[in-house]
């Protein structure tokens, strides 16, 4: 076992644009050892570039950075040898069956020949395609390949996973056996990992910390359930009379309504306000409200809140 | 206990460095490529002319079989006999089959597949990649060019009991396969990927390989100029044959443009290459 560092991954003002779009905007990022983060972000948050300047795909214009202990723009494979990587993508090696392409790829990290063929057989087992290793891999199912994809990330016994929407086509089991698979590697605290999903429920399933992207930039950083707490004031209400007037007055004072489900609306007021100001202002309108509840706040409403805010709303 | 209900278990080894990250993709290539449908029935014929070409060593060192030599006037010296079976049409005609056959869809399956993502996150620079794969092809060609002309220097010591050869030839015997084994390579790898369409690819690369020598000889026609024959990779073997075993000048331009033309051309081909897997690295 090689000597672990502190701080898996220090980014220092990244700043990466494709020629008519600004990906990334200055991104600090610093990350733990033995963490299990989940990236969030709506499409072209600039996850997907981000998870790239990491494996040394795409070179920064600006910034610098560390990972697992080695500089950024001068040991990219060094650095790759220490990371699996699960990519988006379908992507496989054709022609082979499950143990050959694990075992080559491994070979090619850089694993010894016996090694490589025993670990892929390991690993193949971990994940759940035993009895499937021996089969081409052009044939597998959607499920099965994205099995196949996180044990070849594994095979090399890497220090930091990199998982790209890790659960992408999968069924409600398999979802479940991916993100099982998830919890128990990082449960061993021997793998950092890094889950880049759109899925909420999968992130909040599965992640002890969460880092939302939008517009290049990272907007949040925080423990889940402390993310959670602090987008607490969240309440279903229903009203009825004026609602014009009362909802100008509400948005006055940064109170957003998130979602509308039934004539449910979904209110997020801001933590100085308390519901009573909600009371208020609605007597004051002459707005009836029928229904009023506080819900369970979710990584949903967290993450709303952090892309609300980073939009200026 | 089955291992996924232990849970995740690590590997406590040491990950080897070294500079030869492309060996286990020539390794895995060798092996793709034996395996293959009709792989058997390829060598086969891209070996025959080997058959041919150790019979004629033989016959020639044997007395009452001196009479080869009068009817087939090639076989008379060594130079004539090493020139003869390097650019014998079939070999030729047959190298070049090896080549798209062994190399078709060394990238194309690749960007097919999308199966770039897999080696670019792994210790691989884009050079060991490239390497890799060409080494597949160079290999197979090797093997059919450059191992048999050692095999009838070795059978011409055996039959006739002298190494009487000279350094010209013997360096002929060894550079002559390796610079048409590395364009052929070179050549075959960059049309591989040019599509994610493997089936498109293998005809491209048949087809270039089929048709370059007729559209040489129709534009030497046509503007009678020998230069056009550069265009041609049959042309260019014969004359790469007489550059290097000194068997005379086919065509009106000098010797050296053939060499140079080849080596030149691999290796642009080759860079235009890293600049195509650079882009689609950064698309991965």
Redesign the interface.
Known sequence: MEDRQEEILRLENISFSYPKVQALKSVRLTLEDGGLYGLLGPNGAGKTTLMKVILGFLKPQTGDGRILGYPLRDSILEIRRRIGYMPESDCLIPGMDAVTETAYLGRISGLPPTEAIKRAHEVLYYVGLGEERYRKVDTYSTGMKQKLKLAQALVHDPQLLLLDEPTSGMDPNGRREMLDLIKDIAGKGRISIIVSSHLLPDIEAVCRSVLIMNKGEIVAQEQVQALNQSSANVFEVKFTGDTERFLAELSRLDCRIAEWERGISKLVLPISETPRTLFSLAQRNKVQIRHFKRVQSTLEDAFMKAIGESNGY | M???EK???????Q???GSL?WF??LL?GIR?VWKKKRSKIVFFLTGFPFLIFGAAIFALNKPELKFLTEVIRTLKSDRGIFNTFFTFPQLVFMLMILAAFSGSELIS??L??????????????KWDYLVGKLSIIFFYLLCFSLVPGILLVALKFLFSGSLAISFRLLMGILFFPLIISFFLASLTLFLSSLSANTKLITIIIFIVYIFNDGFAELLRTILKNDHYYLLSIQKNIIQLGAFFFGTGKSWKFPLWYTPALLVGMSLILLGLLYIKLRKV??Q?
């Open positions: 089955a291992i996924k849970g995740y278990i690590g590997w406590d080894g990950l080897q460095k990250a286990p993709i895995q793709t399956a690749d097919k597949y999308r199966a770039l993502p897999l080696y670019f996150s792994r210790p691989l620079s690295e950064s991965a």
